[in-house]
């Protein structure tokens, strides 16, 4: 026997947080910031189409990368307005923000490979520290943990 699930195309607020894992109270922001949009019913409860499940999930990865919430609004505004995104509309608008996904990772390889060694960011603390960065050199290069942003360690 085949079993046929039939979706409503509207879902609550209650059923988007809990399809998305994202409160209600951030998707009530994220309309205010016209990040995404609803309806109306006649009782006045916000309805919102199944495809804004994507643009929730968009936003929460987006973030994730680094992208504030303004830049979310940039890239979303690329998407059609007039019809239900597709693949390909999709793949234009992430095409715009691999290079940072890619800065991303290097960041958190960087991040994993240096926890127990110098970062570089003066606190001088762990004994190869003095090797790594005499007199804390690393602080030339701005503030922070210098070899964690990309810094290259230079010899004594």
């Not at 947080?17 to 006045?44: Q, T």
């Not at 990368?65 to 608008?93: F, H, M, N, Y």
Request: charged share 30%; with cysteine; aromatic share 8%.
């Amino acid at each position: 026997m085949e079993y046929f699930f039939v979706m409503s195309f509207l879902l609550t607020i209650s059923e988007v947080s809990r399809r998305s894992g994202v409160a209600a109270s951030a998707l009530r922001f994220y309309e205010e910031r016209g990040l995404i949009k609803s309806e109306r019913s006649g009782s006045g409860h916000r309805r919102y189409p199944r495809a804004v499940l994507r643009r929730v999930a968009f936003i929460v990865f987006a973030q994730r990368v680094g992208l504030t919430l303004e830049e979310i609004g940039t890239e979303l505004a690329k998407l059609p307005d007039d019809r239900i995104p597709e693949g390909s509309d999709w793949a234009q608008l992430s095409h715009s923000w691999t290079k940072r996904i890619d800065e991303r990772i290097a960041e958190l390889e960087r991040l994993r490979a240096g926890l127990t060694e110098c970062i570089g960011c003066g606190c001088m603390s762990l004994d190869r520290c003095w090797m790594v960065n005499p007199g804390d050199r690393a602080a030339r290069g701005g503030p922070g943990p210098r070899y964690w942003l990309g810094d290259a360690r230079r010899p004594k």
